[in-house]
């Protein structure tokens, strides 16, 4: 809700130029939490990292909230990233902790579908609400949208102390501090990724793709909206369909990954999926056939759509590969969301740059390129990885 509920306020708070690296930011410092948050849990468990997440996010959201100035605006979006990370990561290993087998992905699917729903809500919140504010006397406007996250997560602190403790498995935490000072440095801070190999990374290639692509598209979309001269409601109210498919695909997309088999069709077609779609949406406006805000919909639709299908496949799997390693929960999250935050981090600015060199259909065309060897790396290397797992009595499912 905090990230999505900034995405259409930021035009009315800076500069066009300073809007890309604004949203950047956030991936950036998102980034540069996962690898310490992903040890931090396996160490400490979950429920305790979660507390220290909220905190963090919390503080973000009143930094973003005091000033519109750019510097201040950095660093609470540096916070709000860093916090964003910490509630994910530590989120996710929650669910792993307490659900094993065909009911992981199922419980991860409803989570991330869950959380999407902040998604659907944020961007329409943040229009109706910052135009409140701009209609009161107060030197900020922003703040009164921005108290939307911090009573969420206000109301999520309380809840979180409710969730009972568990006893955790020796499985699902890192090797101790006497292995880890014998490894190298990329084993100890990259080690789904060193000890599994070319699958957990054509995984973080389809992430990249996928994530940066949305960043990508909103960043630009919401910009090219605003240059146009729509207000921060109907902005917002530009991305709902998106959020709602994003929902949707998210529960589905953890429904459909009982098996090995499942995971790897999701991963595969979602990239490819995609970039069928936005070449459609270029073919489409160089034909003159589509207004200015419907192939920014359309887009956003189908990129929120493939992230959904392709997110709890991509997270089960990547733990399946980390457990077979021997590697913790913490670390396969963390090995996940390492990609989409690069994803998340170089997607606005780059989507911005694009969009003012080639025009929208030229970044659809880009996306689509990408998207393209994402599926066929995925294709190439993750079928024979689900056998692997398989033999390895590590999958939900069989490869049938």
């Known amino acids: 809700l905090s990230n999505t509920l900034f995405v ?13 690296w604004l949203l950047s930011m956030q991936g950036l410092a998102s980034f540069a939490a996962l690898v310490p948050v992903g040890r931090a849990v396996d160490r400490c468990g979950a429920k305790p990292v979660l507390e220290q997440g909220i905190a963090c996010l919390g503080f973000g959201v009143v930094l973003s909230a005091l000033s519109a100035g750019i510097w201040v605006q950095l660093l609470g979006r540096a916070f709000c990233g860093a916090g964003s990370s910490v509630l994910f990561n530590a989120g996710m290993a929650l669910v792993m902790e307490r659900f094993r087998g065909p009911d992981r992905a199922e419980n991860i699917g ?4 869950f959380g999407t729903l902040g998604s659907l809500v944020g961007p329409p919140l943040a229009g109706y609400l910052f135009s409140i504010g701009a209609a009161l006397p107060i030197a ?3 703040a009164v949208p921005l108290a939307a996250p911090a009573l ?5 602190f309380f809840v979180l102390r409710a969730v009972p403790d568990v006893e955790l498995d020796s499985e699902d935490l890192l090797i101790d501090d006497s292995v880890c000072s014998t490894v190298s ?3 100890r801070f990259f080690g789904v990724y060193t000890s599994v190999g070319g699958p957990s990374w054509a995984i973080a290639v389809i992430l990249v793709v996928l994530f940066g692509a949305i960043s990508a598209l909103l960043c630009a979309g919401v910009l090219d909206m605003h240059r146009h001269g729509m207000s921060a409601v109907a902005i917002g109210l530009a991305t709902v369909p998106a959020g709602i498919l994003q929902a949707i695909t998210s529960h589905a997309g953890g429904s459909m990954s009982s098996s090995n088999r499942r995971k790897v069709l999701l991963l595969t077609a979602s990239p490819l999926m995609l970039a069928v779609c936005l070449t459609g949406v270029s073919v489409a406006i160089y034909a003159d056939l589509c207004a200015v805000v419907l192939p920014i919909v359309i887009s956003l639709c189908m990129a929120t759509t493939a992230c959904g299908i392709a997110d709890a496949p991509s997270i089960t799997m990547m733990a399946d590969l980390a457990k077979m390693y021997k590697r913790g929960y913490g670390e396969a999250v963390t090995a996940t969301e390492l990609a989409v935050t690069a994803g998340q981090a170089v997607g606005p600015a780059l989507g911005v740059l694009t969009v003012d060199a080639v025009g929208w259909p030229g970044l659809c065309l880009v996306i689509a390129a990408g998207a393209v060897m994402a599926g066929i790396a995925s294709a190439v290397t993750l079928p024979a990885s689900g056998f692997v797992l398989n033999s390895h009595g590590g999958a939900d499912g069989d490869m049938d």
């Open 8 to 20: 259409p306020l930021a035009p009315f708070l800076v500069e066009r130029r300073q809007v890309g």
């Open 110 to 113: 409803a989570t991330l579908g």
């Open 140 to 142: 900020e406007p922003q």
């Open 152 to 156: 969420v997560l206000l109301a999520a």
């Open 185 to 187: 440095f990329s084993s």
